[in-house]
């Protein structure tokens, strides 16, 4: 048995940890770009960023920054949990590298695309369900905030929106896992 077999097998058999092994596909991808956040004429900087390191533990960040640098959102978690594909699988830092475009390019939710929260008893599968109180969410959106979308797992997202009542970013719904 090759060697990297060998340590693949023995790492999920002792829990389902892998050990990074020099031939592991490595992550480094970051992508920036302007986006209006805590109001519709704002100008803020986003910023995707996966790695450094190998990709099946690589570490996933989604920070909205102002002009100035101070964060107004940050999002960090493990980046393998938002895709679907094989930790060892050679296609793996391609696939950071166009989860990261496309995360920073689909970030901001057109006004014709927000979700449409139900009440739990009446949700079907793919919708939204609300994180915050339904007149806040209502509050937000019928101001004309900006809204943020990202991938919170393969399968599943949240959504996130400038209060300029309270000054802060706030998860307003999620779907999925």
Not at 36 to 44: D, G, I, M, N, R
Request: hydrophobic share 40%; glycine share 6%; net charge positive.
């Amino acid at each position: 048995m090759p060697l990297r077999t060998a340590t693949a097998a023995l790492a999920l058999a002792f829990g389902g940890a892998q050990a990074q092994s020099l031939t592991d596909p490595a992550c480094q991808h970051s992508v920036t770009r302007q986006i209006a956040f805590t109001s519709p004429q704002a100008k803020e900087r986003l910023t995707v960023s996966i790695g450094p390191g190998a990709c099946h533990s690589a570490q996933l960040s989604i920070v909205v920054a102002s002009v100035q640098g101070k964060v107004l959102y940050r999002y960090l978690a493990p980046f393998k949990k938002h895709v679907a594909v094989q930790w060892n699988d050679p296609d793996l830092p391609e696939v950071a590298r166009k989860f990261a475009d496309d995360t920073s390019s689909r970030a901001l939710v057109p006004r014709s695309e927000l979700p449409v929260p139900k009440p739990q008893g009446e949700m079907d599968e793919g919708d939204a369900e609300l994180m915050v109180p339904a007149p806040v969410f209502k509050r937000l959106v019928s101001s004309g905030q900006p809204m943020l979308y990202h991938p919170t797992h393969y399968e599943g997202g949240q959504y996130v929106v400038f209060d300029p009542a309270t000054r802060s970013a706030r998860g307003v719904a999620q779907w999925g896992v």
